[in-house]
């Protein structure tokens, strides 16, 4: 018999909550709810798996809180409980029914999976499915088939889970009031794996190598993922060589999203029948979308989420909650710490007692809390919790030009009296060396496909969630790294909401990336936290606060590539996500410029092959790019500055 049968007489005896600290979660959870594993139809026939978690106080009526996932509802088995139930220790403590799922095609569900399976709109026949319809179904056969609920139910999931929960509340069933969608995928062409047509190799080829899996039968089990044979990630990604080398050495066929990968390189019809975001309209329950300013994988979701139901549907109840999170850490840390960088408070335990609670408690028992405003938003570097009535927020727009000396400022470059020639400009290049200032009006690197520039400074195959925050000295060092800042700021200054990079670029090169950071810089009398790693220093600590990649091909559209022209000055232009960051006094304010970020995104051949799937190890080549500021060709990043009055 199961552990948790031998043990589970010796739970019901425990009756103060103190008593029941004690114990093993696991075990304090099977003490105070029972669990019923269920098998639910769909209008189609097929049957999804579902574990029903009750609690045993049966003198009230609870919600329902349910969560549909991909990822296993494991441990299986009607005794078999694990270490969480709800999305948090606080709700799982106030009483609900908990409805774990698997998702239609995975683990312990019958039917066939589809990543982010298109929405449909009129479904006239039985078999015309989507995420909505099948959650519809599952809360029609909870309502009728669970007892002693309160004929309530919320919702909410983190990352592709956050997806189900989005596209639940599309046509919504009538009892479903509440909807928490947190880190949600929302266009899985830009969120995950595409920034702005930059392929996000890393986190693709790792995911996929697992998850990308056929499951023919339901199973309780896991597919195995690859084992890299080095701890080194740049190192196995670079012997990589070409995508064109994935199927041969490690896919084999097997993995049926890589071929699509392969198949769709631009953003066709596949990928954007996959984009949750046009069928966000006429949304009944109440919305609250939570991401992370440094969540590695989701943040464009959350905000683009939010932004959606803002634009289509005036009349839902919409909010938006971001703190300084990595990917799911309001649920899985204190938040009080991502990296080197503290954020002087847990700030995951606020959200999940002062934010989380409420919204489901409010909506789903009526419990008499204050509504949440419009956007709760964390801004770091000063460390605290902001209300807002809009987002974005009131801003005051400015731009941050790139200026001689590799200085930034406010100022734009002043107007020549004899603007040079491009020919000229570049025959002063020649003669004065790729990175020269000054009187040039453009500052250049060589990029080398073969050397490329890395993301981060571990040795590791995973994408580390802290890079998000970083210090970009390792990078700033480098001489294919172009470094500008600002002099020391005499007071904080407040950037919110989106930016925009806009550069001039030349480049030798037929294609090419373009990665933009806008960065913190600590100044050098910072002393280190108790927690700061040995070996690192937080004076002239170089914070990653945000970054974006384009890939050049991409700069008029996502859906026709078109290969820059050598040499000639091209104008790109696309935003980095939001940001609500104080640069505090003394601090500066840098931007860094590269042209390779790897292996978070692919190595660009920097020569224009209609699919980078399928480009050779010949098409990589090296090429000069130079970025133009000048007033004619200004590069700059273009910013919010906080206004006064925007928050309560």
Not at 38 to 47: C, E, H, S, T
Not at 219 to 230: F, I, K, N, R, Y
Not at 406 to 426: E, I, N, Q, V
Not at 635 to 643: D, E, M, P, T
Request: net charge negative; charged share 25%; glycine share 6%.
């Amino acid at each position: 018999m199961h552990r948790l049968a031998r043990v589970l007489g010796v739970c019901f005896v425990v009756a103060s909550a103190h008593a029941q600290s004690t114990l093993p979660r696991e075990l304090e959870l099977a003490a105070r709810y029972e669990k019923r594993e269920v098998r639910i139809p769909m209008r189609d026939g097929a049957r999804l798996f579902a574990a029903v978690y009750s609690p045993r106080d049966r003198s009230r009526a609870h919600p329902i809180l349910m969560r549909r996932t991909p990822y296993s509802v494991r441990p299986y088995g009607d005794v078999a409980f694990p270490t969480a139930l709800g999305p948090s220790r606080e709700l799982e403590d106030d009483g609900y029914i908990f409805v774990l799922a698997d998702v239609r095609g995975r683990y312990l569900s019958e039917g066939v999976f589809a990543d982010m399976r298109p929405h449909r709109g009129a479904k006239r026949a039985p078999n015309e499915i989507d995420e909505s319809s099948d959650t519809y179904d599952t809360i029609e056969w909870l309502l009728a088939n669970v007892e002693n609920h309160n004929g309530k139910v919320g919702m909410w999931g983190i990352s592709y889970p956050g997806f189900y929960a989005a596209a639940g509340m599309i046509d919504a069933h009538p009892a479903l009031v509440a909807v928490s969608p947190q880190a949600p995928i929302a266009d899985w062409f830009f969120d995950d794996f595409h920034h702005h047509g930059a392929f996000f190799l890393a986190d693709a080829f790792n995911f996929m190598s697992s998850f990308g899996r056929a499951r023919p039968e339901p199973t309780t089990e896991s597919a195995p993922g690859v084992v890299h044979g080095t701890p080194d990630g740049y190192e196995f990604f670079l012997e990589l060589g070409p995508l064109s080398n994935v199927e041969a050495r490690w896919f084999h066929g097997e993995v049926a999203f890589w071929k699509e990968f392969c198949a769709h390189p631009n953003c066709d019809e596949f990928w954007s029948s996959r984009n949750l975001l046009p069928h966000l309209r006429d949304v009944a329950p109440a919305v609250m979308t939570v991401g992370g300013w440094f969540d590695a994988e989701d943040l464009y979701g959350p905000l683009a989420t939010y932004r959606a139901i803002e634009a289509q549907d005036r009349d839902a109840f919409n909010v938006l909650v971001m703190g300084p999170w990595r990917h799911g850490g309001w649920a899985r840390d204190s938040g009080a710490q991502l990296g080197e960088v503290a954020f002087g408070s847990d700030t995951a335990q606020f959200y999940r007692e002062r934010i989380e609670r409420p919204f489901f408690e409010r909506f789903l028992k009526g419990a008499d809390f204050e509504p949440p405003p419009e956007a709760f938003v964390f801004e770091t570097g000063a460390n605290r919790w902001r209300r807002f009535d809009a987002w974005p927020p009131k801003v005051e727009p400015h731009a941050l030009f790139l200026r001689e000396g590799r200085a930034l400022s406010f100022t734009a470059p002043p107007a020549t009296s004899a603007p040079s020639s491009l020919a000229a400009r570049a025959e002063s290049a020649e003669s004065s060396g790729p990175s020269a200032s000054g009187s040039l009006e453009f500052d250049g690197y060589l990029s080398d496909p073969a050397h490329p520039v890395p993301y981060h400074e571990r040795i590791q195959v995973r994408t580390p969630p802290e890079y998000m925050t970083d210090d970009q000295r390792f990078a700033s060092r480098r001489p294919d790294v172009l470094h500008f800042e600002t002099e020391p700021l005499d007071a904080p200054l407040t950037f919110a909401g989106p930016s925009l990079a806009e550069l001039w670029i030349q480049t030798t090169g037929s294609d090419g990336d373009f990665v933009v950071k806008l960065i913190d810089v600590f100044p050098p009398e910072t002393p280190n936290l108790p927690t700061t790693t040995p070996g690192k220093a937080l004076g002239g600590y170089q914070m990653l606060v945000r970054s974006e990649v384009l890939r050049a091909r991409f700069r008029d559209g996502y859906a026709e590539p078109k290969p820059l022209v050598p040499d000639a000055s091209t104008r790109l232009a696309w935003p980095l996500q939001d940001v609500l960051h104080t640069f505090e006094k003394g601090h500066r304010i840098a931007v860094q410029i590269q042209s390779s970020w790897f292996p978070l995104v692919d190595r660009n051949p920097q020569t224009f092959v209609p699919n980078v799937f399928e480009a050779r190890e010949q098409d990589f080549r090296a090429a000069w790019v130079r970025v133009e500021r000048s007033s004619e060709h200004s590069s700059c990043l273009r910013v919010g500055v906080l206004a006064d009055g925007a928050s309560r």
